[in-house]
């Protein structure tokens, strides 16, 4: 029996309507939208760098570049409508290079490189601009939580553990807090991105190519850092994706903890922030609402931003360690989407930190009716009276609960339990006296004494906001350097294609 021959059975049956219409249509109308830019300037310096090398003679050079400049001018790639005649965005290019040319000569731009090397450059091309966009928009946010953890750096305000009133700090030392965790994912968004800035060109299908092929002018060309080294690599490690989308994710999932804390302080029982007018929705038939709906929507969208991430992850997960189709197109173009979420979190929450305002009277109504001084209380026993820390908490631990089962304050009800609690504990009479007893339980009193390093007392707060202050300068110049080696790039890029068209 004769076996039917593969090849002539593809001709016969390929595409396959269905395969067409759920497969190939989509990845076509993809790359139209994300690629075309990128795809060009791939050909532009693949075919300088024939040229430079002389594995292409300077005139077909030129041939292929006249007609490329022709198809960028004439051909609108949004007009192209997928009819299964070729196979992809690639193979419709280099049917138009061939009809203008010939198909000699336009077959030879291909030399020296696989659509594998292609792909996974165009990828990183187009992570690396939806990076510098999220980092751009957390710079942003970091200026605004820098700017406003400045300002309010001696605004009280109630500090909860486990969901309830712990201590007194400032708001500027809770967005330092804040600062330092925004501070270390833009650290993971430049090490994600550094990763992806490592050029696939020249790996070709697996193990680069037998032609003299110039990697790094490639690279250079592009606007990378450099060509990534291993070719395997280039089309194997995508951790050029799951590095960023892990860094993506961890960004997110942060920001989501500090918007939950703004939910919950602008609850009315709490009412520790006021969120003004303009970020705030009234109830359709209750009129007394003022509901800050901007937060639940930036708690949803970093929510789905991480989802949108992890699910990156998931695609990858018990992968081969090969080129494959899970990393490419479908999946790249599935992960943009959250890029488009997390920027809205971030220029949402960059207008919505600074609107804050802290309500400095529901904060000293919490905190006296809490008693979150009393740490202190205990603390300076220890030094005033000469007490041990464990007797000293017992007594102000018997002080906070005389004064909240009278439902009373620590400044106005608390001196009398506190000299019967002293008195029984330590059999003496206290040295301090009520106003000594009033200072020492204040608010302002307990920031100020912790004034260690990372405290909030206002020297390790100045201290703290001059080095967030140094580490969004240096996450700007380095962009800076980045926007600039593209640029030169670009210019060197254009300057050298111009050039081979002139060849004839």
């Known amino acids: 029996m004769t076996l039917p021959d593969p090849r002539r059975d593809d001709v016969s049956r390929f595409p396959d309507p269905t395969y067409v219409e759920t497969v190939l249509k989509p990845l076509f109308d993809a790359a ?12 532009r310096a693949h075919l300088v760098m024939l040229a430079e090398t002389g594995i292409l003679p300077g005139p077909v050079a030129g041939r292929i570049a006249r007609a490329l400049a022709g198809i960028e001018a004439e051909l609108d790639p949004a007009s192209l409508v997928y009819d299964g005649s070729v196979e992809d965005f690639f193979f419709a290019i280099e049917r138009e290079l061939k009809a203008r040319i010939g198909a000699d000569d336009g077959g030879r731009l291909h030399t020296a490189r696989s659509r594998n090397d292609i792909d996974h450059t165009l990828f990183k091309m187009a992570l690396k601009e939806r990076l510098d966009t999220l980092l751009a928009q957390a710079r942003t946010l970091l200026a605004a939580l820098i700017d406003t953890a400045e300002r309010e750096s001696a605004t009280l305000i109630v500090a909860y553990t486990h969901g309830q009133p712990a201590q007194p700090t400032t708001f500027g030392h809770y967005l330092g807090a804040a600062i330092e965790v925004l501070i270390r994912d833009i650290e993971r968004l430049e090490a994600a991105r550094a990763v992806a800035d490592l050029s696939s060109m020249g790996a070709a299908a697996i193990t680069t190519s037998g032609f003299p092929i110039d990697r790094a002018r490639v690279a250079e060309l592009l606007g990378f850092a450099a ?9 194997a490690a995508v951790d050029y994706t799951t590095g960023a989308y892990s860094a993506v994710a961890l960004l997110f999932l942060h920001l989501g903890r500090l918007i939950q804390d703004f939910q919950v302080w602008s609850s009315f029982e709490v009412g520790q922030i006021h969120v003004p007018n303009a970020f705030v929705q009234i109830s359709s038939i209750m009129p007394q609402k003022r509901n800050p709906v901007p937060i639940e929507h930036m708690r949803h969208l970093a929510s789905q931003t991480v989802g949108r991430a992890q699910m990156m992850l998931t695609i990858m997960h018990n992968t081969p360690f090969t ?17 488009d979420s997390g920027g809205r979190v971030l220029r949402l929450l960059a207008a919505f930190v600074p609107a804050l305002r802290i309500d400095g009277r529901r904060v000293r109504e919490n905190a006296a009716r809490s008693c979150i001084t009393i ?13 041990s820390f464990r007797q000293a908490h017992e007594i102000a631990a018997a002080t906070a609960r005389a004064v909240v089962g009278a439902d009373s304050d620590l400044v106005s009800g608390g001196y009398a ?25 204040s608010p302002e009193y307990f920031v100020a004494v912790r004034s260690r390093f990372g405290g909030p007392a206002p020297d390790p707060m100045a201290d703290a906001l001059r080095s967030y202050s140094a580490a969004l300068a240096g996450f700007s110049d380095r962009a800076a350097a980045i926007m600039t080696r593209e640029t030169v790039a670009a210019a060197e890029l254009a300057r050298a294609f111009d050039a081979l068209q002139e060849i004839r």
């Open 227 to 235: 060509a990534q080294r291993n070719s395997y690599s280039c089309i």
């Open 375 to 387: 740490t202190e209380l205990a603390d300076s026993l220890v030094r005033r009276e000469g007490l």
């Open 32 to 43: 139209k939208g994300d690629h075309v830019d990128h795809f060009r300037r791939v050909d």
């Open 323 to 339: 080129d494959m189709n899970d990393s490419e197109g479908e999946s790249q173009g599935a992960g943009y989407g959250a890029f």
């Open 417 to 441: 339990p506190f000299r019967a609690a002293f008195a029984e504990a330590a059999g003496r009479e206290t040295t301090l006296g009520s106003a000594e007893f009033a200072e020492v339980v």
